[in-house]
Each structure stands twice: as C-alpha cells, then as structure tokens.
C-alpha cells in the first residue's frame, strides 16, 4: 500500500526507514531511504542484508563543497546523471572502513556540521552522491527524493539510501518491495507524490532543523530486527 507524503515524512522524522519507489517511466525501483541523522550500524547492516545495493550518502551540492568532494569522474556519462562524488572514510573512528559500524560512523562524520575536509579521507566505503540543486523538477530521482524528505522533516539534508534488489540479483519488483515492506513495517511512498508544492506547515518544520545530536538518539530500531 502506497502512504501518503506526510506519513513518510512523519515516519522519516521519528527515524524509520522508508522505500522510496521512482516513476515507472524512469527506473521504477525502490529504494530504501534513512534520514543520515539516523543512519546507524544497523541501518548499514539492514541495507547490506536486505536491500543488497550500494550504501549511498545522498548530500547537498553545498555540503559536497564543504566537504571538499571532487566528482568521481570528470565526464558524466551515466544514463540517470548519478553524480557521486569520490568515495569517503571517515579519518578517524574507523578500522577497515568497510563494516557496517566503520560506514555508520563515516555518515557520521560527513554530516556532522562540526567536520570538514579534514576530518575525511578519499578513497573509502561509502559512496556521496550530490542532489540537484534544482531539486525534484530538474531531477526526479531517489537522491533528491532523500534530500526533499529530510528537509521536509526538518532534519539535516543528507541520507543513507540502496538501491533493493531480490534474491535473485534483479532489481525488486514492486511485489517483492511490499513483501519487504510488509516484514519490516517499512512505509512505501512515490517520488512522484513529493512533487506538489509543500505544505506551510512542512515549510516551519525546515525553520527548525532537529540537532544533529539529538537525532544521533534516534537509531533504527524499527527495521534493525529483521
């Protein structure tokens, strides 16, 4: 069952993951999106579990300068326009970098207001990819679907988003992303559905961006179970 916008935006607020699914005219995949300030070792060990993709750090083109992110290709040739970035590690706080706690806390470090450049080494294991910043209109995609949500909730524009794919390697259908919706109680929207103007109560709620160490509390106790 598809939620309304607001129920994802609610459900991203309180920290629970969401599956995100893009146009049929586009990819028309599902992604599972959580809002970075929630994204702990449990998040990354449920993506690497169940969705099987890509961990991705979906951030602002600002945040990428801050962060001093160079594109991981000079020429753009990807079909979608997917503008990763080099991939990161977090300079401190990690071991091998590819564990599921060792990329949580490199999310950590990438959006925590306090970093900067310093405070990160290229290559690594997480993956940045830089919204539009045109937003939605310029580019119907997961990653500025997870920049819209967050921002909407009033959090730090930046999530952990991967891609889910069955358990055969193919991308999921949309009865196998139910089925996955359904076992974790993980709420289904349409990108398409956040493209109608905002509602004034969504704009007050991105006036008060949720501190980045109160929403660190959060955790992903909902999905990290299963």
Not at 65 to 75: D, F, I, Q, S
Not at 184 to 213: C, K, Q, S, W, Y
Request: aromatic fraction near 4%.
């Amino acid at each position: 069952m598809i939620c309304h916008i607001d129920e994802i935006v609610a459900a991203a607020r309180a920290g629970r993951p969401v599956i995100m699914i893009d146009a049929e005219t586009r990819k028309n995949e599902g992604h599972l999106i959580v809002p970075a300030q929630f994204a702990d070792a449990a998040t990354i060990n449920f993506m690497a579990r169940h969705c099987r993709g890509i961990v991705a750090l979906a951030i602002t083109a600002e945040r990428a300068r801050e962060l001093g992110l160079k594109p991981m290709v000079r020429w753009n040739e990807s079909h979608y326009q997917m503008a990763y970035t080099v991939s990161i590690e977090a300079r401190s706080g990690v071991s091998t970098g590819i564990s599921a706690g060792d990329r949580a806390q490199t999310i950590r470090t990438a959006i925590d207001p306090h970093s900067g450049a310093l405070d990160i080494v290229t290559p690594g294991h997480v993956f940045p990819i830089i919204a539009s910043e045109g937003g939605l209109t310029a580019r119907p995609g997961h990653t500025e679907a997870a920049i819209e949500i967050c921002q909407r909730a009033g959090l730090i524009p930046a999530a952990a988003v991967c891609a889910i794919m069955g358990v055969d390697g193919s991308m999921a259908t949309r009865a196998e992303l139910a089925g996955l919706a359904a076992a974790h109680d993980l709420p289904v929207g349409l990108v398409g559905d956040l493209m109608a103007p905002r509602p004034a109560m969504t704009r007050l709620a991105e006036a008060a961006i949720l501190p980045f160490n109160a929403a660190q509390r959060g955790g992903m106790r909902h999905a990290a179970a299963g």
